[in-house]
């Protein structure tokens, strides 16, 4: 039993693992009777073609009482699109940080980091491009 | 009790190998009565030591009951230790049963059994003992019992923990030797609470063997991808080095290491009779295998087959604990390849290894959850 209080938030992780065909993809939703007490499920809702692993689930309590929440209770619902025909795809292929895994991740930033030098490269800080010019850091 | 608590207190209690620790607690409950374990609640606890580790309670259970104020200790609780690095290691944390054969021994009182096996010691130790030496002769006597016993404890544990999860233990073990970087005189040396540790791998090849886990393997594994766990374990069962004892080969130590090989079959006959009531993990591992493996290898966790009358067979935990600890003694070219990943280098490597250990994990946990499920 999990209790949630009000405007509380916890990561968790959905028991079953999937394993996504090339030529669907998914949306993770909430199931309105959970909704319904002010709970909602997912905010990262999409689920890639080949994906495999167990759904993180980012629960937040919107509301202020407390919800218990049953382990291995339904509280999630999955709708599947087509997003291709069967066969299209040559071969499967793992990929992303998050693939294969089994429990709640901690988020990742460090593949971003390349396309985050750029963008300060883009637009410095303008502290930094004081200070880069020899200019006082206050 | 401190230490125990400040463990307690330290311990993120979500990050221990659940699975495992489930497994250990609902095998406790199918203990016959006799053996004094049945019921027996196993507590995990991640300690900052580089040692799997069995924390014997008897001070803890003294102290509770000598201080009015206090509860007593319930006696049915064992505590074991794993280093917290090593949570998702699935391969090391199956050292976990080790541990949990030093409670066994201690609650079944296998000591109790094996002490009127030691009854001609004093007269050994006689004929090496002198009046000129530094203790005198109850001391000496003392002191090699507990030290003999101390070993057959080691022993007993090693052969309990192989009876319960098969080749996964001789993997863990021999991993542990090659971790600790001793070199081949070294595993030859028996210390003061540890026989030598080719000797304990000797003994656990020998009970494999025994138990027909190298013909298992051979047949299940059609690729043979495993032939050089097999051909280890084959090795290993044949040693048969000149034992010493640390660097001194006095006759007081050949004595006690004369007595301690005299002991060895009643320590082989307590785990028999111990572990007695256990099923054999043979005949699943034989059948699920194949299946098991090949869901690992596309990074998924094992399917759960069909029986023959169209329900769900479910594998026991612990074959899917064996498939993935021989899988990781394996080639895994085929998952670099999947997830693009570089064998050579080291994050990748750590990626790979650490996500086959987390599938093994989340198959155990299935295997645990599913069919309680279906029993009810």
Redesign the interface.
């Known amino acids: 039993m999990l209790v949630l209080p009000g405007k509380g938030v916890v990561l968790a992780s959905a028991f079953e693992y999937l394993k996504m065909p090339g030529h669907v993809t998914g949306q993770v939703m909430t199931r309105s009777s959970i909704g319904r007490i002010y709970v909602t499920t997912a905010t990262a809702t999409l689920v890639h073609p080949f994906y495999r692993g167990c759904l993180t689930l980012e629960i937040v309590n919107l509301g202020n009482a407390p919800v218990e929440l049953d382990i291995l209770s339904r509280i999630a619902q999955l709708q599947f699109h087509y997003c291709g025909e069967e066969g299209e795809a040559i071969r499967d292929a793992v990929s992303g940080r998050y693939a294969a895994a089994t429990e709640p991740e901690f988020p990742d930033f460090t593949s971003d980091e390349s396309e985050y030098l750029k963008l300060r490269a883009f637009r410095p800080h303008p502290r930094r491009r004081r200070e880069e010019q020899g200019g006082s850091k206050d | 009790m401190y230490r125990l608590v400040r463990q307690v207190c330290d311990a993120d209690t979500l990050a221990i190998p659940f699975p495992i620790i489930t497994y250990i607690n609902s095998a406790m409950e199918e203990f016959p009565t006799v053996s004094g374990a049945s019921g027996a609640r196993i507590l995990l606890l991640a300690t900052d030591e580089l040692n799997f580790l069995h924390h014997k309670l008897d001070a803890v259970v003294k102290v509770c009951h000598d201080c009015p104020i206090v509860p007593d200790f319930p006696s049915n609780v064992g505590v074991i230790a794993f280093p917290y690095t090593e949570r998702n290691s699935i391969c090391l944390n199956s050292l976990l049963f080790h541990e949990l054969g030093h409670f066994i021994f201690q609650k079944a009182r296998v000591e109790e059994q094996i002490l009127p096996s030691l009854h001609d010691l004093d007269a050994k130790l006689e004929t090496v003992t002198s009046r000129g030496m530094l203790f005198g002769q109850p001391v000496m006597l003392r002191m090699a019992k507990q030290t003999i016993l101390s070993w057959c404890n080691e022993l007993f544990s090693d052969l309990f923990a192989t009876t319960l999860v098969g080749p996964s233990y001789y993997i863990a073990f021999d991993r542990l030797i090659r971790l600790s970087g001793s070199d081949q005189q070294q595993q030859t040396e028996f210390f003061g609470r540890h026989p030598a540790d080719l000797f304990r791998k000797k003994l656990v090849a020998e009970w494999l063997i025994r138990d027909g886990w190298n013909a298992a393997i051979d047949k299940a594994d059609k690729e043979k991808a495993n032939a050089h766990v097999l051909s280890s374990m084959a090795e290993a069962a044949i040693l048969d080095p000149v034992w010493t004892y640390g660097l001194d080969n006095s006759a007081l130590a050949l004595v006690m290491l004369d007595s301690f090989l005299s002991v060895v079959p009643n320590v082989k006959e307590s785990v028999k009779e111990i572990s007695a009531h256990l099923s054999s993990q043979i005949d699943d591992f034989e059948k699920h295998y194949g299946a098991i493996t090949a869901s690992l290898v596309?990074?998924?966790?094992p399917k759960v087959q069909r029986g023959e009358n169209g329900g769900d067979v479910y594998p026991s935990p612990v074959v899917v604990l064996i498939c993935g600890s021989l899988l990781l003694r394996q080639d895994l070219s085929p998952i670099f390849e999947?997830?693009?990943r570089k064998p050579d280098d080291m994050q990748d490597r750590l990626w790979v290894e650490d996500?086959l250990n987390?599938?093994v994990?989340?198959g155990m946990e299935?295997c645990l959850?599913l069919k309680k499920w279906c029993v009810q």
């Open positions: 596309h990074l998924c966790v999947l997830t693009g996500r987390r599938l994990m989340k299935d959850i």
